[in-house]
């Protein structure tokens, strides 16, 4: 379906085209429609299915309707605040969304964007809250300080956004979500993304939308299988640290993403591949945000080869030429699992995902199994076998709750797959 079809004018449907996309993902095929015709909307995707473009084109559409409406032209002397509020959990993500407005409004004349992100000096930001503003896009936390402040107004805003909602809950935003919620017209439109609605996050729907349309695309995928798994077993510390050396120095290693689960194992070990002669940096919340920016900007230019994060950093990277994903250290839910080695393959392109296990991640690592419903297949490196014996790995009990979840990784069965991960086709973000 093209995205014409879709009820988008010829200034978005021409900047779509600019960016190299004809024909709309499933989640942009099901979304957009109902965010044009003002539904509030609950939607489960997986990453890399377009979704960001799903929210931003109907907001960029809702905007120019404004303008083309004399009686709802405003007043530039006067402080209204944006039409349409995204809020994301990083700042990354709000950057990346902000990139998005960008590129997808390029022909919408004069659009006005702005990002309200912590790290970032407040006079700059007070000074683009005083404006009349098409879109703002920040976390919760810096919104709300704004807000107590008096410095933002949310009067006028026609869109509410939750983009990712499930983790800003997991980061403890519940509280800066509601106080934000009161402040915008009750008469909004409301749109969440999440990886699931269940408990907490189902309960926020509740209280923030309006008889909802549900939409549901996250078990889906096409059988564009670009995304290869390997497990490595490590015997211990320094064997683990031996397989990251050689996978980093091998030919086909274009970029790599390396997951680490603190931030004091980021630095450590960007500190230790440095010494080692590899262009790296850490990134993690821990950082200013002028130096975390500096570092994705090395890494979207390739002077950077090896970026080591933490899963929050992490979110909202869009670099199509990381070929690798490495799990150093393994992530905290298996789902993080899935958002992790969403960031290769992108890009039409294929990708790696290695996990380096110890015999502590057996746990983890049958998790990320059942969630998946695939067998992460066991690779070797010659000269760097494990001594140990390989740990026993079970698949998903049948008749279990994993067994039974739509096969969201190209197997409805229910029986793990193994090998390649089914990831959607990239899509405009």
């Not at 095929?29 to 377009?50: E, F, W, Y």
């Not at 902000?98 to 912590?118: E, F, I, N, P, W």
């Not at 805003?157 to 800066?176: K, S, T």
């Not at 934000?180 to 009750?186: E, N, T």
Request: aromatic share 4%; net charge positive.
């Amino acid at each position: 379906m093209t995205f014409a079809s879709l009820g988008l004018t010829e200034a978005l449907t021409k900047a779509v085209a600019d960016a190299g996309y004809e024909t709309a993902t499933e989640v942009q095929m099901k979304a957009i429609p109902l965010a044009l015709a003002g539904k509030d909307l609950m939607v489960s995707s997986s990453t890399g299915s377009g979704k960001t473009a799903s929210f931003i084109l109907p907001a960029l559409e809702r905007i120019i309707a404004a303008r083309a409406d004399t009686t709802q032209r405003r007043d530039r002397a006067t402080v209204y605040g944006p039409r349409i509020l995204v809020l994301t959990p990083t700042r990354e993500l709000a950057m990346q969304v902000a990139k998005a407005a960008s590129t997808y409004g390029r022909h919408v004349q004069g659009l006005r964007v702005a990002t309200v992100v912590g790290g970032v000096p407040y006079p700059a930001q007070i000074k683009a809250l005083r404006g009349p503003l098409d879109i703002l896009i920040s976390t919760p936390g810096r919104l709300l300080d704004h807000l107590q402040t008096g410095k933002a107004v949310l009067d006028h805003v026609e869109m509410l956004v939750l983009d990712e909602a499930d983790r800003m809950l997991d980061m403890g935003f519940i509280d800066d979500i509601n106080t934000i919620a009161d402040h915008v017209p009750a008469a909004r439109q409301t749109v969440m993304f999440s990886a699931t609605f269940a408990g907490h996050v189902g309960r926020l729907a509740q209280n923030l939308l309006r008889d909802p349309q549900r939409i549901d695309v996250s078990s889906h995928t096409d059988t564009h299988e670009n995304i290869e798994q390997r497990l490595h077993w490590a015997d211990n510390h320094n064997h683990k640290n031996a397989l990251l050396d050689h996978i980093l120095t091998e030919r086909e290693m274009e970029q790599a993403l390396v997951f680490t689960s603190t931030q004091r194992d980021a630095d450590w070990l960007a500190d230790r591949l440095a010494e080692m002669g590899h262009a790296v940096a850490s990134l993690h919340g821990g950082m200013p945000q002028g130096r975390r920016n500096r570092v994705l900007q090395g890494l979207r230019s390739r002077q950077l080869k090896v970026l080591v994060a933490t899963d929050v950093a992490a979110r909202g990277i869009d670099v199509p030429s990381i070929s690798h994903v490495i799990n150093y250290g393994l992530p905290m839910k298996a789902e993080d699992y899935v958002h992790r080695i969403g960031r290769t393959g992108r890009a039409g392109k294929n990708g790696l995902a290695i996990t380096l296990g110890e015999r502590m991640d057996t746990g983890m690592i049958r998790r990320i199994q059942q969630f998946t419903t695939q067998n992460i297949p066991v690779s070797t490196i010659a000269g760097l076998e494990p001594k140990s014996p390989e740990p026993r790995m079970y698949a998903p009990r049948p008749g279990s709750d994993t067994e039974r979840r739509p096969g969201g990784f190209g197997n409805r069965s229910g029986a793990p797959s193994a090998g390649r991960f089914s990831k959607p086709s990239f899509a405009p973000r």
